[in-house]
């Protein structure tokens, strides 16, 4: 395999002078989705099998209400009913020469390359992205399947062999360190079993395909869950079951199941058959998915990513043009539903007045409505739970700290549920500066040590993403040293926090935002996936 490239679909359209060429494939794919594919029944697919269940879920567009489908609502049996067939899988899928499981995915890639603006026009209508953010999204899908597979490829499938020269001497009996017969020694890292793949809503595309693919390619198999029940995801994982069934991969390997994480999740965490759990998610769901498990006596591998509450710092010497576009868009792009989205910032108190003003003028350009329509940057929250969380947040604002602009529901004409991105002064210690809200809101605190900056943006369980906009060399370097956060910017105008390149960036939390402190995207993110077995034999 050649060397690895990102896909970069936006950026090759316009440096070749062809953005009218990229809108119109996008616009084009939105007709072709609603006219073909929008308000069918779609089925679960377990073993190569379509399966349906007792009851329904009707999954709807966050941008207009449209349906988007009508999916299965699968349980605890339809959860035990995939583990067996996963389990069944894995027996042949688990010994597979690794170069054939690295072509299936190769050649999964290249298919998400050949139908990406479809995909991506599907995730707009399914979760309320602009097409710049979901035909990035599906990019980093088809990044993660290229990365991994150069990765299996590059390491010979995590194999290495040793050995043991043979000695002339003889002992009795054996003892650490006697001389004896040669050995020959295979390090070899091997799979699990079945691993349970629960996606988020926020990025179904990319985050669920770099989970699975690290659970597949390394020899696992998969029982697939997107979001199913308030933030829902179900058409996008259909999309990828299909893809991958194109590319060869073999039943059994990716099941897809729909349902509730109360009873289909539940089984998945607590059945002893599943050997793994890769997921995306709220640190609540998280920590209480491997508590459930321990207290049950289980041991699962957990690859976990947890949210964040994402710092950026503003110091005196910052640009400050950069650092107001960076943190907008990092704050309020997909109308801050990302977990890296930056979500409180801290202001030199001698710029605060100039910074503001600039963050001000960022935030009022900022178009709202319907993000298939190209003008468009702030879409729908995803859900009427997200909307009363931001109401709840803004009020809280008001009563302490200041709502400096935004805090309002838009009617933008559509049924979606549309807010103003926000920005809130609050205290260091509020829950504003501490708690994931999920919701454009950008809280703002001044500081005078650049040291209590640091301390300030450490100062919560979380640690995801941070960006600092200095031009002081000073406080680059003591910011890299001290930040207690996986993935950090410095000057970054594009975005202050979020953006992570599949093989550029490792995408890791730290603290309660992650488990293992490898990260997806890096080298080391396989090896999540398998365990070490040392085998020796003598000659």
């Known amino acids: 395999m050649s060397g690895f490239h990102n896909e970069y679909t936006y950026r090759h359209y316009v440096e070749d002078g062809k953005e009218p060429e990229f809108d119109a494939l996008f616009e084009n794919a939105v007709s072709r989705i609603k006219e073909e594919i929008l308000g069918k029944t779609h089925y679960m697919h377990i073993g190569g099998e379509k399966v349906s269940a007792s009851a329904t879920i009707s999954e709807y567009s966050p941008i207009d209400k ?7 609502r699968g349980d605890a049996e339809t959860a035990r009913r995939a583990i067996g067939a996963a389990q069944k899988a894995f027996a042949e899928w688990s010994v597979l020469d690794y170069r054939a499981r690295v072509a299936i995915f190769q050649k999964a890639a290249d298919i998400f390359s050949q139908h990406k603006f479809e995909l991506a026009a599907i995730l707009s209508i399914e979760n309320g992205k602009s097409r710049y953010e979901s035909v990035g999204e599906v990019d980093e899908a ?6 991994y597979s150069m990765d299996m490829i590059k390491n010979r499938g995590y194999l290495r062999r040793a050995s043991i020269a043979s000695s002339s001497a003889r002992v009795s009996k054996g003892f650490q360190g006697a001389p004896g017969s040669g050995e020959k020694i295979a390090i070899a890292m091997k ?32 029982v697939f869950k997107p979001s199913s029940t308030d933030n829902m995801a179900m058409l996008t994982g259909l999309q990828i079951y299909n893809m991958l069934t194109q590319a060869g991969l073999p039943a059994g390997v990716f099941n897809y199941v729909t349902g509730p994480g109360s009873t289909l999740g539940e089984e998945l965490v607590t059945n002893s058959a599943v050997k793994g759990i890769a997921f995306t998610g709220s640190r609540g769901t998280g920590l209480s998915m491997i508590r459930k498990t321990y207290d049950l006596g289980m041991q699962k591998v957990f690859v976990v990513e947890m949210g964040g509450k994402n710092p950026a710092i503003v110091s005196k010497y910052a640009n400050l043009d950069d650092a107001a576009k960076g943190i907008a868009s990092a704050a309020f792009g997909f109308a801050g539903q990302k977990c890296s989205a930056c979500s409180r910032t801290y202001v030199h108190e001698s710029v605060k007045e100039e910074f503001m003003s600039k963050l001000l003028d960022e935030a009022r350009a900022m178009k709202i409505g319907d993000p298939l329509k190209k003008e468009n940057y702030v879409g729908p929250l995803i859900s009427p739970g997200a909307l009363e969380r931001y109401k709840k947040a803004v009020d809280e604002a008001s009563s302490v700290g200041r709502v400096v602009y935004g805090g309002k529901q ?23 500066m501490r708690e994931e809200l999920f919701v454009p809101i950008l809280g703002i605190s001044t500081y005078r040590d650049f040291g209590d900056a640091i301390a300030m943006a450490n100062d919560v369980g979380y640690g995801l993403t941070a960006g600092l906009y200095s031009g002081k060399n000073a ?3 003591e910011f890299i040293r001290k930040i207690e956060a996986g993935v950090i910017y410095v000057n970054r105008s594009e975005s202050a926090t979020t953006g992570a390149i599949v093989g550029a960036h490792t995408f890791v939390g730290w603290k309660d935002s992650g488990l293992s402190g490898k990260g997806s995207g890096s080298r080391f993110y ?10 020796a034999v003598v000659k």
């Open 475 to 477: 406080e680059i370097k």
């Open 142 to 147: 088809i990044d993660f399947l290229r990365y």
């Open 191 to 222: 799979p699990y079993g079945v691993f349970g793949v629960i996606a988020p809503f926020n990025f179904p595309v990319s985050i669920s395909m770099g989970m699975s693919t690290g659970a597949m390619i390394t020899g696992n198999t998969v």
């Open 66 to 72: 449209t349906l988007v489908g009508i999916f299965q």
């Open 410 to 432: 838009v009617n933008t004409g559509l049924s979606g549920i549309y807010v103003e991105p926000t920005i809130v002064e609050a205290a260091t210690d509020s829950r504003l």
């Open 526 to 535: 396989l090896q999540q996936f398998m365990r070490e077995q040392s085998q």
